[in-house]
């Protein structure tokens, strides 16, 4: 999608990807095949750039250190994407800087000495906090993956046994609702955020995105205001991302950052004025940021996963093209179950209109009926 | 632009381009380097392709008709490419079909014998229809090139002295206004359009494309109506530009035809709930046609061309995209003097604000003034 949008501006997009099927390449001037974490390939992207960005932060930071030092352009820069990669680095800075985010203790499974002394202060902490509660790979975990709600110490102890380095204990915070703020900052500090959305996780996983989100005003008004202030205190530079809790008892706690354009921001495409995509580019090329205005009275987005058959998703586009008004996003991969392989963006003027027809289009292309999720009257 | 839409929908387009640096490479899936003219080289992208379709005109429409005996799916048809181009063809089909065009004759060069039988022809067309008349290449022909304005008998004579075949003989039609209408057609025949434009043609070249036109809107929905109508006598597949002539003395003409995602509904990638780009794309693979509704009150779409320094577009960017809600297209192209290098499409509530801003951009992306268009104040 950042391949779009680069394109529509006429910048040349030189991918680095793994292997040259992967959907980016289709869209990129130029590909250099291999790892951002193999030197001699990163550099092979970094000869070819005026500006290195990302979309994952499965990212060497040493190694971006040391290009950096050599005049690479690295954007966002590497303190930004420290606090992306490491949850315990995250809550770190963003605790320094008094915002607010779940109760939590980082225990160091090395120093904690004995597997039983990092059982012991997950305990000390349920003490405090009560079970359930989660623990958290502090690197590398996405889309629910690294991420374990356990109900009682025994199972704790089960997934401390299987980690190394720390892990991120956490409070269950008691949700009421999800947001995210997506906020484009340029080099200077010049910055946009987009209206606040809320999300559907289930499983931890991101099902829909609604805008605005269907909460009090002052709340997304203040959650924005977070959002913004999030991507001063990490000093990003192109697209940040925000994921928040709403808990019952009226908390609003930061509990996510990603460096880069996220799933939370895909219905910027139609939605608003302004993509996440293109402002992203826009920032990283420290050009004048576009306008984050909503479009439409409602934007309702929907993601799309492999069903159980396994279908191939372009194989049931006429299925979901019939659907009034759907945006249909594929993104080249291959069906697989559970796999999401695409979204579907729907704007309109009622939201349960839009939320019924996304959802619907999203069904006719494979997704499975998500669990846990009351979907709108006529979706199915 | 239709490699954007391909890539939005997880689709593989691939490229037959002359030369691996056009810009529709960047965003191909696979290229084939060669020329539509060539048998070979188009059959190799023939080889690659489920359907083939086209974003010019410059095709052999004998290899076509050999390809499509053999099985190539091939959309837009023969028969509508044919109407697409050659002009003399088009005309004769549009006044089979009683559509109405500009009063006209066409000259064959070969069979008038001496070159003065020709002339004399046009001698005796201009006495019924009075001078300037317009001759015009009858294959070839775009952006004013290919078309002749001439005063008196000795241009023509010297205009037709260049030419081989036959000419197209045209009134003078004296315009109240340019009007495009774009629709988009299945192989079933169901078909969409979009609202219609007006467009502002400087020495036969587009310069801006407003939406909807400033025009009474029962012209306007009469345009849609002819428009649909001619989509159908041509049995287009795909994308179909229709440009219709609003004389003076209230007839509505169609001057031109398009068998393909045409410049006068570039509009439509923001300003549309479907861009051109997707239901040509949707409409030859026989997928469901996309809304063609509009998003905004107004949209104005105005071309960047290429100053007279050929300063790189690229590099005027940060002027351009200051221009609040300026959606800027470069098309990859080396600025050159007088070329055509995108187009930038603003959308809103008011006529003369989306107009003013869309000029700011793309005057300040170095598009010379345009003589003879008066612009809004504020634009420049």
Redesign the interface.
């Known amino acids: 999608?950042a391949?779009?949008a680069a394109?529509?501006?006429?910048?040349?997009?030189v991918v680095l990807a793994e292997h040259p099927d992967d959907?980016a390449c289709?869209?990129?001037?130029e590909v250099v095949i291999g790892s951002p974490l193999v030197e001699s390939e990163l550099r092979a992207l970094a000869a070819r750039c005026e500006v290195m960005t990302f979309d994952h932060e499965q990212v060497d930071l040493s190694l971006l250190r040391t290009l950096v030092a050599e005049g690479v352009v690295v954007r966002p820069g590497v303190a930004t994407l420290e606090v992306a990669v490491d949850k315990a680095h995250m809550r770190r800075v963003l605790v320094a800087a008094d915002i607010a985010v779940p109760a939590h203790i980082v225990v160091d499974l090395e120093e904690a000495g004995p597997q039983n002394q990092a059982v012991e202060a997950i305990g000390a902490f349920a003490a405090d906090h009560g079970w359930p509660l989660v623990l958290k790979a502090v690197r590398g975990g996405y889309d629910g993956k690294g991420v374990w709600p356990v109900n009682e110490l025994a199972a704790a102890a089960e997934v401390v046994d299987h980690l190394r380095g720390s892990v991120l204990v956490e409070e269950t915070v008691p949700l009421r609702a999800e947001l995210a703020i997506m906020v484009a900052r340029r080099p200077s500090g010049e910055a946009v955020a987009w209206p606040a959305v809320e999300t559907a996780q289930v499983g931890g996983v991101c099902r829909e995105v609604l805008v605005p989100g269907r909460l009090p005003p002052e709340l997304m008004a203040e959650a924005v205001t977070l959002g913004q202030r999030v991507a001063g205190i990490v000093e990003a530079v192109g697209v940040l991302a925000v994921e928040l809790f709403w808990s019952t008892d009226g908390r609003l706690l930061v509990n996510e950052i990603a460096a880069r354009p996220h799933n939370s921001g895909h219905w910027t495409?139609e939605g608003a004025?302004t993509s996440q995509f293109e402002n992203h580019l826009?920032a990283v090329l420290d050009?004048?940021l576009?306008?984050t205005a909503l479009?439409?009275a409602r934007v309702a987005s929907v993601n799309i996963f492999g069903g159980t058959a396994g279908e191939d998703?372009?194989a049931l586009?006429?299925r979901g093209?019939?659907v009034?008004?759907a945006?249909?996003?594929?993104?080249?991969k291959e069906g697989r179950p559970g796999r999401k392989l695409?979204h579907v963006t729907v704007?309109g003027d009622d939201a349960i209109d839009v939320r019924s027809r996304a959802w619907a289009a999203a069904l006719a292309i494979g997704t499975p009926q998500p669990d846990g999720l009351d979907l709108p009257t006529g979706s199915a």
């Open positions: 999608m391949g779009e394109s529509a501006l006429g910048l040349s997009m959907a289709d869209v990129a001037a495409i004025v826009r050009l004048p576009g306008t479009q439409h998703p372009v586009l006429p093209l019939g009034a008004g945006h249909v996003h594929l993104y080249g695409g704007c």
